[in-house]
């Protein structure tokens, strides 16, 4: 594979990882934020963007993971970068909203 694939696998994992809090705050009814709050990624957005923020951010990783090719058999490294870019977006989310909660 080309190292744009690979790539590719890394920002699949994110936004496919980043969909998930705001598609469950939304169909949950719950206001979350997003980047179209005031301000952005800190005032909470109503559930509706949320459930539409989720919802593109599951299209785009569907698209890019596609585009990865990793769904080949023998392809482990591009699973495990897919992995690792799940993994480093969940981390700065949760560190994020932590200190969110802090101030």
Do not use: C
């Amino acid at each position: 594979m080309e190292w744009y694939n690979y790539l590719a696998a890394f920002f699949s994992g994110a936004f496919l990882a980043n969909s998930i809090p705001h598609f469950i705050k939304g169909i949950q009814g719950d206001k979350f934020p997003t980047p179209f709050a005031k301000p952005p990624g800190k005032g909470l957005s109503p559930a509706y963007i949320n459930v539409l923020w989720g919802g593109l951010n599951i299209i785009i990783g569907y698209l890019l993971l596609v585009h990865s090719k990793i769904r080949t058999e023998n392809d482990h490294l591009g699973k495990i970068i897919f992995f690792i870019g799940a993994m480093a977006l969940s981390l700065m989310l949760s560190v994020h909203f932590t200190q969110k909660h802090k101030e």
